[in-house]
């Protein structure tokens, strides 16, 4: 699974892969999320940094993963949303919800990501993308 590192670092991370702004920006309207969401998606979406006296594309690398992990994994996605949903319903419980919401919360959301990915995991080759993802993560982190 590991990549080995080599000693010679690359000073370049080169992301030609990844879709233009306009692509994500009309995948980002598509998606079923409040005005001021899409906004600030749109921001990030723009968001770049200057390394090594290079221009990267940060926000649109972020987008691009997050689209790509929802697509990938849904069942995942939807229990992230409704253990987070749940989670602020409990917690906006007067008085109780100050007690239960930090006990409860984490817990809920534990469980609700869990049951999503197992989920995921019988419907596809998760082990696979884990893999995937991992050895696309340790390279990113070599060239660094």
């Given at each position: 699974?590991?990549?080995?590192?080599?000693?010679?670092?690359?000073?370049?991370?080169?992301?030609?892969d990844?879709?233009?702004?306009?692509?994500?920006?009309?995948?980002?309207?598509?998606?079923?999320?409040?005005?001021?969401a899409?906004?600030?998606?749109?921001?990030?979406?723009?968001?770049t940094?200057?390394?090594?006296?290079?221009?990267?594309?940060?926000?649109?690398?972020?987008?691009?993963?997050?689209?790509?992990?929802?697509?990938?994994?849904?069942?995942?996605?939807?229990?992230?949303?409704?253990?987070?949903?749940?989670?602020?319903?409990?917690?906006?419980?007067?008085?109780?919800?100050?007690?239960?919401?930090?006990?409860?919360?984490?817990?809920?959301?534990?469980?609700?990501?869990?049951?999503?990915?197992?989920?995921?995991?019988?419907?596809?080759?998760?082990?696979?993308q884990?893999?995937?993802?991992?050895?696309?993560?340790?390279?990113?982190?070599?060239?660094?």
């Amino acid at each position: 699974m590991g990549v080995e590192m080599s000693e010679e670092v690359p000073a370049v991370l080169e992301w030609s892969d990844l879709p233009n702004r306009r692509e994500l920006g009309r995948k980002l309207d598509q998606l079923a999320l409040p005005a001021d969401a899409k906004v600030l998606m749109g921001r990030l979406l723009s968001t770049t940094a200057n390394v090594a006296g290079r221009l990267l594309d940060v926000g649109r690398s972020i987008i691009d993963f997050v689209l790509g992990m929802m697509k990938r994994y849904p069942g995942t996605t939807l229990g992230l949303i409704v253990g987070m949903t749940v989670t602020a319903l409990i917690g906006s419980i007067p008085l109780l919800g100050f007690i239960l919401g930090p006990l409860v919360g984490p817990l809920l959301t534990a469980f609700t990501i869990t049951s999503g990915a197992l989920s995921d995991m019988r419907n596809s080759t998760i082990e696979r993308q884990i893999d995937l993802f991992s050895a696309k993560l340790d390279a990113a982190l070599c060239r660094v």
